[in-house]
């Protein structure tokens, strides 16, 4: 059994994370071709680096990748923002409350990602609710353009990822020890100083943590920019799926995901070392 | 008086860790609060600190009420059992921390903090971080970091608590080294009744949140008020009876009547016997003796302790000096008298 069980770690990572990458890589130095599948494998077609060279040097792709590396740090840093305090809420809640609390938390998951994303859109049209009471308020006179817009964007990824946020967070609040803050009260700290002495800096191994478990995934969406962003929004998400299901440019799309794997290392290594570092 | 508590009370659900408790302590007094868990001492501390509110009583710290006041504005300083050092700042950091707080200039709390250091001799051990530092060396960075800001008042939560023995008692000495030197008052709670004894210009006892003794370290030990200090402090044999009326003092455990050199009040009903007061005799044929069998032997170092059963059925708790000799065996029949001012009554 002991023997096994790193075996079988082994095989879940060969399995299901080296040999997808690797899949993607050798797609990303074949060549395109008419037919099915859109590509000639290198041993056919010959190594090919033209993917590479065009999503490095066309503005467009550089840009998808740039807008996706922006976009998801907003959505880490909102849900950093606001997780903080819903984190140290919960573990100052009474033992009585957390349990429902965290269930709240979680309680959107338990409707499909789609039908929230489409809620939003309900929301925010021009003719949705936030509109139709603004104006029956006699606030506004034309609706607001409240749906396709940044804010939409970033409301729809905050309302996506804000629980990854919260629950390492919260991990990380609930094993503080809280004789420090009182130790840091008893010298003379008042209670926001504590806060930003003690409490904060103790919290950045979490906030490390929150902040990926957010701005990984957020990087690759494409769904809640296609659907609630503005048009156009540049996020390498949306162009993975134009280039391999609309243009069928495998060869590309792999080149272009291969770049953002290896932009989301970089960040990935930095927080890895904050969180480590004490 | 530096500091005055004033019927303090405080209540956690059903149990009332402080119950209406008076205590006031001296400039410049090194004071121990002793207890067993549960006695209310902690408690006692952290509502003085002001990590607990009472509810109701009054803390008046040079004449000023502290209890309207948080914790920060207190003050008092207090070093924590755990020590609550913080672990992202270095030694010298967690030093200067209060200082940074009371706004001290930044030259200042250099030499200060490298005062502070000093005095606790982890002199150049300013850049370290505390994680890195040995149980006794944390220890005094708490120490020093509690008495950086001069503080009047220092309360310290069993502050000798995770060290080691050895340790322990060469850190006790520093401590009241350090009390003289500053000219601060110390509260400190401890459940060791040694230490208390041992460091302390008066001890407080505490059980069930009162206050049951207060006094001089001798005092308390030589004169115990109750049945719980005098198991508490030693471990003194609790002799339960009547007065006989004519200034004896009829012990049905042991079979005798004890004669006490001081008068007992009628409604005296055990009197406490230290086991180092009792002697070995020949015969137990004088006033103050009594014949028992020798049921256990524990070797303890610098004694042996005996436990002997008297014909009456009580079991008492027996030193024997090394210099007396090999202690006797188990199972063996021995006479055992004391002086008639051994025996201290007890008031409950």
Redesign the interface.
């Known amino acids: 059994m002991r023997r096994l069980l790193p075996l079988a770690g082994g095989a879940w990572l060969a399995g299901f994370v080296a040999a997808p990458l690797l899949v993607v890589l050798v797609l990303a130095i074949s060549t395109a071709a008419e037919g099915v599948p859109p590509f000639d494998l290198p041993w056919i077609g010959g190594i090919s680096l033209d993917a590479f060279s065009l999503v490095l040097t066309d503005g467009f792709y550089v840009e998808s990748l740039g807008g996706a590396l922006l976009v998801a740090g907003g959505a880490a840093t909102l849900c950093l923002l606001l997780a903080f305090p819903m984190a140290l809420g919960l573990t100052r809640a009474r033992p009585t409350w957390r349990g429902p609390l965290l269930f709240a938390l979680l309680l959107p998951f338990w409707t499909g990602f789609l039908p929230r994303i489409g809620a939003w859109i309900g929301l925010l049209r021009d003719e949705g609710w936030v509109n139709t009471v603004l104006e029956n308020l006699g606030l506004i006179s034309a609706p607001l353009p409240l749906l396709y817009s940044w804010p939409a964007l970033f409301l729809g990824m905050l309302h996506a990822y804000l629980p990854f946020a919260v629950l390492p967070l919260y991990a990380s609040l609930s094993r503080r ?1 809280p ?2 803050e ?10 926001w ?2 806060f930003f ?2 409490t904060l ?2 919290a950045i191994p979490g906030a490390a943590a929150a902040f990926l478990l957010v701005f990984i995934p957020a990087a690759g969406e494409y769904v809640i920019p296609e659907l609630l962003g503005p048009p156009g929004t540049p996020m390498v998400g949306r162009v993975l799926w134009q280039e391999f299901f609309q243009n069928r440019d495998w060869p590309t799309a792999a080149a272009l995901a291969v770049l953002l794997l290896a932009l989301l290392l970089a960040p990935i290594r930095l927080f890895q070392r904050l969180g480590t570092r ?1 | 008086m530096l500091l005055s508590l004033q019927g303090l009370s405080k209540r956690f659900g059903a149990t009332l860790a402080l119950d209406h408790l008076d205590l006031a302590v001296a400039a410049g007094e090194f004071l121990t609060l002793l207890g067993g868990s549960g006695s209310g001492k902690s408690t006692l501390l952290r509502v003085i600190a002001g990590f607990e509110a009472a509810d109701s009583g009054k803390i008046l710290l040079e004449g000023r009420d502290l209890a309207p006041l948080p914790p920060h504005a207190r003050p008092l300083n207090m070093m924590f059992q755990s020590y609550a050092l913080f672990p992202h700042l270095s030694v010298a950091d967690n030093v200067s921390y209060g200082l940074k707080r009371d706004g001290v200039a930044k030259p200042e709390r250099a030499r200060r903090v490298e005062q502070a250091l000093a005095m606790v001799g982890l002199e150049g051990f300013g850049g370290r971080s505390p994680q890195k530092l040995s149980g006794g060396q944390r220890q005094r960075v708490a120490l020093a970091r509690a008495l950086v800001k001069r503080p009047r008042l220092l309360l310290l939560d069993e502050p000798l608590g995770a060290l080691d023995a050895n340790l322990r008692e060469r850190t006790g000495f520093e401590l009241r080294a350090l009390q003289r030197e500053t000219g601060a008052a110390f509260i400190m709670v401890t459940h060791d009744q040694q230490e208390a004894l041992a460091l302390a210009d008066r001890v407080a006892v505490l059980e069930g949140g009162r206050l049951v003794q207060l006094g001089p370290p001798r005092a308390v030990y030589d004169q115990p008020a109750t049945r719980f200090v005098a198991g508490f402090l030693g471990g003194a044999n609790v002799l339960e009876g009547m007065p006989d009326g004519q200034g004896g003092f009829d012990c049905p455990g042991l079979g005798v009547t004890l004669r006490p050199a001081v008068a007992i009040p009628a409604d005296c009903r055990a009197c406490a016997l230290r086991p180092e007061r009792i002697a070995h005799l020949a015969h137990a044929d004088r006033p103050n003796s009594f014949d028992g069998i020798v049921e256990d032997v524990a070797f303890r170092g610098d004694d042996s302790l005996l436990l002997v059963r008297a014909s009456g059925g009580a079991l008492l708790r027996v030193g024997h000096a090394e210099e007396d000799g090999p202690p006797p065996e188990r199972g063996s029949r021995i006479a055992l008298g004391w002086e008639a001012a051994a025996l201290v009554p007890l008031h409950s």
Do not use: K, Q, Y
Not at chain 1, 182 to 191: C, K, N, Q, Y
């Open positions: 020890d004789v420090l009182e130790a840091a009260a008893d010298l003379g700290a008042t209670p100083t504590v002495s003690v800096p103790l004490r």
